[in-house]
């Protein structure tokens, strides 16, 4: 692994840590006023949230846009998914303790997570400068006027 890449890798690692004190903190501090399952979504989203700002500037490096943002939960999704099948089958199939397989499986994901974190963050912020560069100079949009 490249060095580049592996910088990248750690820093994703340890946001994702945070992300997870975060999420917890939000969820265990609102669920003295709110139903669990609201404190839960309200959690993740703050979390996800800063999981994305965080591992656009600091992981990647770039600066963030709307389409990256739009993209970066299909890295959540694939970890929930990749974990969940990777749990069944380490409790099922190989008969492991579920809690040391939740563990595992997500430590498995973590570099399906990482690559598609990155992905959703760089394709996106490229998307967006390739749309800017289309734009043709004086564009109200681009401009900032608004269309009449």
Known sequence: MRPAVLRQFVSFCLIGLAN??????VY??????????????????VSVV????????????TRPTWRAFAR?????????VGSGILLHLAV????????????????????LSFVL???????????????AARRPS????REGASRE
């Not at 997870?20 to 903190?25: C, I, N, Q």
């Not at 994305?52 to 490096?61: E, G, I, S």
């Not at 199939?93 to 973590?110: I, W, Y």
């Not at 004086?138 to 949009?141: A, E, H, R, S």
């Open 138 to 141: 004086g564009d109200p949009v």
């Open 50 to 61: 800063g999981s994305f700002l965080l591992n656009a500037y600091v992981t990647v490096r």
């Open 72 to 80: 970066y939960p299909l890295s959540g999704a694939a970890n929930a």
């Open 92 to 111: 099922s199939r190989l008969g492991m303790d579920e809690n040391v397989a939740a563990v595992a499986a997500g430590l498995l994901v973590t570099p």
């Open 20 to 25: 997870t004190a975060v999420y917890f903190g």
């Open 117 to 131: 974190a990155r992905w959703a963050i760089t394709s996106g912020a490229a998307a967006t400068r390739r749309s």
């Open 28 to 45: 265990a501090s609102l669920n003295i006023w709110l139903p669990y399952l609201a404190a839960h979504v309200i959690g993740y989203a």
